[in-house]
Each structure stands twice: as C-alpha cells, then as structure tokens.
C-alpha cells in the first residue's frame, strides 16, 4: 500500500512539476516572441524618431526667425507711433497758428 500511496504522489508530483515548466516555458517564449517583434521594427522606430526629431529642430528654426520678425516689426510699429504722434504735433501747431493769423 505504501509503493501505491509513493506512486501516486510521484505522479501527482510530477505532473505538476512539469505543467509548472511547461507554463514556464512557454512564458518565456512568448516575452522572447515578443522581443523579436520589438527587434524587426527598431530600425523603422529609429527612422520615424530621427524624422520627427529633424522636424521638431526645423519648426524650432522657424520658430526662432518668427520671434525676430515679430520683434522688428514691433520696433517699426513703435517707431510709426511715434512719427504719426509728431506729425499729429506739427498739424496742431500749424492749426494754431493759421488760427492766430487769422484773427
């Protein structure tokens, strides 16, 4: 009776242990499944990130000139007030002084 009991617990035993490295098995064949997918599309990942890191440093460069532009058009526009607030001046004086001629 006990050979029969250490049988059936050496089988019981023992399937177990091989379903444990049968999950296990196939557990690391599906991660390294996985890795090999990773591995066919590095290149074509490494390509589409080299391309848009080449268009991000291209809108920086535009970026970049647009803040000049706007910053010397901001100069002209200051520079225009100022002229349009000298001109207004020099109307007003002549306004005054045809008014004073006048009378």
Known sequence: MKEIVI?????LFGGALGAFFNYKGKTVSAIASQEDVYADHTKELFDRL???TKERDGLKEQNIELISQ???LQQQTNQLKKQV???T???KDLTNAVEKRDK
């Open 50 to 52: 080299d391309k848009l």
């Open 89 to 91: 001046r020099q109307v």
């Open 70 to 72: 706007v910053h010397q």
């Open 7 to 11: 049988a059936v617990v050496s089988s």
């Open 85 to 87: 607030q000298s001109l």
